[in-house]
């Protein structure tokens, strides 16, 4: 070792002085197992020479015990430099009496060197020139190292954070220690602001960061945890950030956590619009009515449904189906490679080809095909296919048709001609004879040179051209003129065929009934003189049982014929105009809402009233019409010898127009308005119970399209009856099969996305015809009645949902109130009883009544909903703005919120009125503290249009479809 040079000669220690002459030899046995046994190296020199180490000692440094005593210190150094530089640094401190403690590089006796920490100090402070110096060594290198180690991991930790491309974050009990630039910028901090903040600053929503604990459980278990979660900008606005943590000590979590951030904003954004894209695209195949199959390598890799149901597969079946097993035979399959050459040079392939299906059968097939990526045949192609077989059999079926057609012109015993614009097109031989013409002479002349003069072919142009519509049949008889001059009575029919040009297309055919009209005459004559006769001698026996048959044949309120009397007149009409060959119409008419009269005002009134009805329906019949009461506020008019549908129109108008003025009974003033459906002998019947039958069917008709109007009877009008009846008796059963199902829909708000609630919507569950939406069964149920049990099902239903998915969270459930449910007495009973039986709070229920429903009797509304308030449950106005109350109304109602109708939703962004008007009715909702909810919002432009209206909800396709309950409920439980 090294110490200050020795001013005089110093005795060995082996020979203490003689003042330790009287030390026991018990402290020297100590004084040694001292030595021996300790963990650090001890040594003593004197003169620069070692007499005296312990074994830790001469251990470090690679040496026996007893070689290094006498070796001079510069032994354990690797030079002489290194030596006689700490001697520099050592002779001063030492030679002052003060303790050197310094690291130095010693050397081993085999030559390897170590870092090791030295304390030396003069054995005797008083004269440490004199007594020697004591040596304390310690080996530090593994010490040093890692030091050296963690260093070097702060220094590249340091860098990493610094040049990170993701945000990474230390966190000790919910506070930010320290985090890299990345993450500051990424939340718009300057450096440093974010350093002891508590990570709330870092969330959008409260609840966001109560859902953390998730995570740090997971921590606390050495567990990754993982996350993509909304967070919040210095600034207030939000962006998606994945974030990904660990514990820094699995074993001890509370010492923090690291975490790695990424802004996935974009890639959220992008996702989603590859999903959107997707689920397009799948929709698309799947819905498409034609084929799309992609095919690589000539097998199918990929196809929709439609494609396997043309091919006969089950669904999956198709995929890696080699396209041969779609022909016939070898030949036609590799006649088609040639195709796929077409196909990379980028061109489109189309045809028909005779396809087979995997049964084996046949059938015709539109094709048509490209490659996905021109020139590269590995990325395949794409064909889309179409089953064109019933065409084919259409196309010969009109080849057919035309041949029939000409065996028809040529040997029908009518005369048939072809007219457009009055112009003959097309004519048989048998008109060309009836009028004297040779071979196509008539073609391409005006039909005037039919008539007997150019005035009665004017009138007849009038008739047809102006009064029939596209499909329609026009009948008359008109005097005819051959080529010789001679006239004869001619019976024209024609159906108009165009499809509503400016130029008329018809067919007529031209049958001459002169001498049949002339045998009628005579027959009428000879009827006309027997039935005088028979009169004559009869009128004292018609006169006694005219009145008997009076009282048996009509009413006795109005004094009209009754239903027997009806059918007797109908069916001798309809006789009469089967030997005349003529047109009877059947005009059934009802009165709109009399039930309601003659329950509000009695029954006196009500009869009164149909009093006065008869009396206006008889003022407006001509002489030999017929007009019945078949029973309350039901009559049947019988219309003989009509010439023209327009004629039955007028009359209709007319009874229309004169039952529609106001009556004045009891000095009350009463208007009604008659709904008229109109059946005409022979097309829509040739009996008289068909017509009446008809005639009802097309009142009904009349009846749905609005009232106070009437409709001609079709055969589309018999068979929605069929169906009406049909889908009724369905209805009522579906009640008790369970069918019914309740869908339910998000509300959210407008400016957090946040669900705020659900409405629910029912469904029926068809088992033939699937899911069945309520536009084709409410109105049904709300006519029987079926919609009291209908509502009552789904009130309960939904009330029991809510309480499902957990009454804490607040989300209100809305039930849709029909006009019938609304009017029902009972009801505030019903939704107590629904609220008591499924535990739901009642402010978790809100009932929504349409806008006419609550204007259509204030008081009765009024009474109402102070009951269902009294409840707690809320109260929506739906469908708002299409209707006509006003917001004074609204105030009086103590309504509770409004739903904008999707009519405007649909078109305010873009168009200035709906623009105009819905921010209207937002401010003055919200003056009256009545919140909003937009319906049928679909787009991002509707959306953004309506938050900065101040709309409160949104309600649409935008934030969710309707759902089934299950599928509603997983974002719950």
Known sequence: MNEPAPRRTIEALESPPASDAGRTRYTQLEYEALLANASIGIAFTRERRFFLCNPKFAEMFGWAS????GQPGEVVYPSHESYAALGQIAAPIIGAGRQLDVEWELRRKDGSTFLGRLIAKAIDDKNPQQGGTVWIVEDITERRRQSDEVQRLLREQAAIL???????????????????????????????????????????????????????????????????????RKDGSTFWMRTEGRAVDAHDPHRGSVWTCEDVTEQRRAEDELQRVLAEQQA????????????????????????????????????????????FTDEEFERRNAVYQELDAGRTHARESWMRRRDGSGFWCRISGR??????PTKGYVWLLEDITQQHAAEERIERAAAEQELILDNATVGIAFVRNRIIQRCNRYLEEMVGAGPGELVGESSAVLFEAEQEWRAAGRLAHESTAPGERHDSEWRFKRRDGSLFRCRTRGRRIDAGKAEQEWIWSFEDVTAEREADSRVQQALDALERMVAERTAEL?????????????????????????????TQALALGQRHRSQTAVMFVDLDRFKTINDSLGHAVGDALLKEVAGRLAAQLRTGDTICRIGGDEFVVVLPEIKRSSDLAQVAQKVIEQLSQPVVIEEREIIVTPSIGIAVFPDDGRDAESLIRNADAAMYHAKELGRAN?????????????RRLALESELRRALGRDELRVHYQRIVEAKTGRVAGHEALVRWQHPERGLVLPGEFIQLAEETGLILRIGEWVLREACRWATFIGAERGLQVAVNLSPRQFNDPRLPDIVARALRETGLPPGLLELEITESTAMRETDATLGTLKRLKQLGVSIAIDDFGTGYSSLAYLKRFTVDKVKIDRAFVAEAPGDRDHGAIVPAVVALAHALGIRVIAEGVETEAQRAFLEGCGCDYLQGYLAGRPV??????????
């Open 542 to 570: 018609q006169d006694a049982q005219a009145r008997a048959q009076y009282l048996a044949d009509h009413d006795p309120l109005t004094g009209l014929p009754n239903r027997r009397l009806l059918e007797d007149r109908l």
């Open 371 to 376: 490659a996905v990526q021109a020139g590269d």
């Open 284 to 327: 698309l195949l799947e819905n498409v009515v034609v084929g799309i199959a992609f095919n690589r390598g000539r097998s199918i890799v990929r196809c929709n449904r439609r494609f396997e149901e043309m091919f006969a597969y089950a669904p999956g079946e198709a995929i890696g189906v080699p396209m041969r097993d779609m022909y």
């Open 162 to 232: 610094g040049t990170a491309s993701i945000g990474v974050v230390f966190v000790k009990d919910r506070r930010i220690v320290r985090c890299n630039r990345r993450y500051e910028e990424m939340y718009g901090y300057g450096a440093g602001e974010l350093d002891g903040q508590p990570t709330t600053v870092l969330y959008a929503e409260s609840a966001d960061h109560a859902r953390a604990d998730e995570a740090y459980a997971n921590l606390a278990r050495g567990q990754t945890a993982r996350r993509v979660e909304l967070r919040r």
């Open 710 to 722: 009437y409709q001609f009877f079709t055969e589309q009008m018999n068979q929605a009856a069929s």
């Open 66 to 69: 007893d070689e290094l005593i």
């Open 964 to 973: 089934d309950a299950d599928t509603a409920a997983k974002d719950y439980v």
